[in-house]
């Protein structure tokens, strides 16, 4: 009965985990606290997977999204700038709130409508749930195009995001050209 309530409890904690980190992610202007918000859901996500007896997947979330793709995001958003945020948007915190509520009601609604449909005929994990075989046969096998799908639409976002910094930077080469071309002022007195 014990390991019953330790269960829930520590799903509770990681799941209030990922919520807070995934609201924090959106809700904060400064970047590089929305990337450790984001950092601070996926180990929380790590987490609920160790609870699944998952450890590859977990280990792979740490390693791949948190060691490397929030890592990513900081060094993008270190090239860009902390002057490159946007501008603060003006609508006001009332209007924030009731958009809030009104979306957490529709989420809720449409939870609790799939979760007696849905949730009351959950199938038991299989045997080899999470482990390194079954995930590479699905990987390398049925799911093989959208994992290379998912790796080139990384590649763009990662030079999209290098050109959009470039872009917001001054060419020294041309401040250079424009300081010679510049016209000369002439010491001729006008009549």
């Known amino acids: 009965m014990m390991d019953f309530w330790l269960e829930r409890i520590y799903f509770g904690v990681c799941a209030a985990m ?19 918000s984001l950092l601070f859901t996926i180990v929380a996500i790590a987490g609920m997977y160790l609870q699944l007896h998952a450890p590859f997947l977990a280990a792979i979330q740490l390693i791949v999204y948190a060691g490397a793709v929030v890592v990513l995001f900081l060094f993008v958003i270190m090239l860009i700038g ?9 609508r006001g915190l009332l209007a924030r709130a009731i958009g809030g509520l ?17 949730f009351a005929r959950v199938p038991v994990a299989q045997g080899g749930f999470g482990s390194i075989e079954s995930i590479g046969d699905l990987l390398f096998g049925e799911y093989l195009v959208p994992f290379e799908i998912s790796s080139f639409l990384l590649m763009i976002a ?34």
Do not use: C, W, Y
């Open 158 to 191: 990662i030079v999209g995001a290098v050109a959009v910094a470039r872009g917001k930077q001054p060419d020294p080469q041309l401040a250079d050209e424009g300081e010679t071309k510049a016209p000369k002022p002439t010491a001729e007195a006008h009549p």
């Open 82 to 90: 902390p002057a490159a945020t946007a501008t603060r948007d003006a």
């Open 18 to 36: 990922a919520i807070a980190g995934a609201i924090g992610t959106v809700a904060f202007p400064n970047p590089i606290r929305g990337a450790m």
């Open 102 to 118: 009104a979306a957490s009601a529709v989420s809720l609604q449409i939870i609790l409508v799939l979760s007696r449909k849905v």
